[in-house]
């Protein structure tokens, strides 16, 4: 072990460093980078709470939280304390952590580390909320963690259900549409010295606009015009009602 009176650097000289004097301290050597190092920290972690994500950070196999963000406690309706006293069992079914403890454990020996899982999260108040959540295993310092990203989709289910009723409606307005036609003529009778034609292009799918040809004992060609007014499968079915109600009149 070197002495102070060995030779070498002089001894008050690396006191000073060590304690942190002089112009060659070492804690003037370090404590820049390690502030610039614990300032990045913090504007990470403020970038994390103004998510509007849930974001979690467990040890696996327990599930316990290592930390949450604001996100997390605001949407779960669950203080920062009480939640880290928690566990994710607390707050996702059964059978979606046996997905998480599988990728854990099998899915790194697949390739895999990271899965999507279509769940729902319960709060701490009560009720429950859908949720999509990415999850991420990760391993430092040999223990295991999961880092989960839980997005709220109520909205977006919401709209896609819109969107599915709307498609099933245009379907049926378009099978309405393809009947109502049907109810046309296929073409006008043909008669000497005249000539007829006819046309019906609905505004929507579905209108109250009919028209049709219909022919008597006598040669002649009674022409008929319907316009039941509105867009609307009420305006159709009114005008399929009176065309089936003419008495007398073949239609050609």
């Known amino acids: ?8 650097e002089d001894w008050s000289v690396q006191r000073e460093k060590i304690i942190g004097l002089g112009e060659r301290s070492l804690r003037k050597t370090y404590y820049p980078e390690l502030q610039q190092k614990l300032d990045e920290l913090e504007r990470f972690r403020s970038l994390v709470n103004e998510s509007n994500d849930c974001i979690f950070l467990f040890q696996l196999p327990s599930f316990t939280f290592v930390d949450v963000n604001e996100s997390a406690c605001r949407q ?5 304390e009480k939640m880290l006293s928690m566990t994710f069992h ?3 079914p059964g059978e979606d952590l046996q997905r998480i403890t599988h990728l854990a454990t099998i899915g790194a020996g697949e390739g895999r580390d990271r899965d999507t899982i279509m769940t729902r999260l319960y709060r701490c108040s009560g009720g429950n909320f859908p949720a999509e959540i ?8 040999r223990n295991c963690y999961g880092v989960a990203v839980a997005r709220d989709i109520t909205e977006r289910l919401r709209a896609e ?10 379907r049926d307005m378009e099978l309405a549409r393809q009947i109502q ?4 003529p296929d073409g006008p009778p043909q008669v000497s010295g005249v000539q007829l034609a006819g046309c019906c292009v609905p505004a929507t799918h579905v209108g109250g606009d009919y028209y049709d040809y219909y022919t008597r004992e006598t040669c002649t060609v009674d022409l008929v015009v319907a316009d039941v007014s509105g867009h609307s499968i009420g305006a159709a079915l009114m005008t399929a ?6 008495p007398g009149l ?3």
């Open 181 to 184: 036609l049907s109810l046309l």
């Open 1 to 8: 072990m070197t002495k102070p009176s060995d030779g070498g």
């Open 134 to 141: 990415a999850i991420r295993i990760v391993n430092l310092n």
């Open 241 to 246: 009602e009176a065309r089936s109600v003419q």
């Open 161 to 170: 259900k819109v969107m599915l009723e709307n498609s099933r409606m245009l």
């Open 90 to 92: 607390d707050f996702v």
């Open 76 to 80: 779960l309706d669950c203080p920062r």
């Open 250 to 252: 073949r239609r050609r």
